[in-house]
Every structure is written in structure tokens, then in C-alpha cells.
């Protein structure tokens, strides 16, 4: 069956950084569109980026324009996102999603089949 799992969150100090992975599996990886969403407490879900299936094409939510960098090696089918300069109001529950190909660029939950379960990142300032 499919799987998303995410992986690599943690507790950080304000300007630190943390890198997230997600392992695919029980799909052809390398024919989805890939995307990163983020849920702190008590606020709706809300895209934070998104990678074409061969990664040649991203888009970045304005609050994280210029800190975050999205990549993947289908070789490992394999999603990450680097977070670097990191904020308090980074802090959430980060999830990765599978976007068919279709869309692009993938930007709300409707576009995306496939979810993770999640991995927390708290920053503290």
C-alpha cells in the first residue's frame, strides 16, 4: 500500500535548521508531483511548497520564500525539505503529499491523493 513517511523534525532554536525527509513507497514515486504542507495548533493546514515529478520546477509559500528549499531523488524516492533561519511561527506539524501529475503547480489539499502522517517541529525563540 502507499506510505509517506516522514521523518527528521525536532526541537531547534530560532535562526537554526532542521532538514525533513520523506520516504515513498506502494507508488511510482518519480510520477507524482511532491508537496510539503505544515498545521500549527489550532490553524487550518497550509501549503508550504511543492516539486514537480523530476524536480526541475518548485514553488514556495511567501513565508518561506528564501529559507526553505524543497528537493527529491527518485533514486531513493525520497522528498526533503531543508528549513533554514527558522521561526517561532515555523512551528508546526509538517506533513509531505503526492500530487498527481496533472496539476501544477499543486497547492491546495485537493490536488494531493497521498499524506504522510506527519513529523513536528517546534521552534523555540
Known amino acids: 500500500q502507499v506510505q509517506l513517511v516522514e521523518s527528521g523534525g525536532g526541537s531547534v532554536q530560532a535562526g537554526g535548521s532542521l532538514r525533513l525527509s520523506c520516504a515513498a513507497s506502494?507508488?511510482?514515486?518519480?510520477?507524482?508531483?511532491m508537496g510539503w504542507f505544515r498545521q500549527a495548533a489550532g490553524n487550518k493546514r497550509e501549503w508550504v511548497s511543492s516539486i514537480s515529478t523530476q524536480g526541475a520546477s518548485t514553488r514556495y509559500a511567501d513565508s518561506v520564500k528564501g529559507r526553505f528549499t524543497v528537493s527529491r531523488d527518485n533514486a531513493k524516492n525520497t522528498l526533503y525539505l531543508q528549513m533554514n533561519s527558522l521561526k517561532f511561527e515555523d512551528t508546526a506539524m509538517y506533513y509531505c503529499?503526492?500530487?498527481?501529475?496533472?496539476?501544477?503547480?499543486?497547492?491546495?489539499?485537493?490536488?494531493?491523493?497521498?499524506w504522510g502522517q506527519g513529523t513536528q517541529v517546534t521552534v523555540s525563540s
Open positions: 503529499a503526492a500530487a498527481p501529475r496533472g496539476t501544477w503547480p499543486p497547492v491546495d489539499q485537493k490536488d494531493f491523493a497521498y
Open positions: 506502494g507508488y511510482t514515486y518519480s510520477s507524482y508531483n
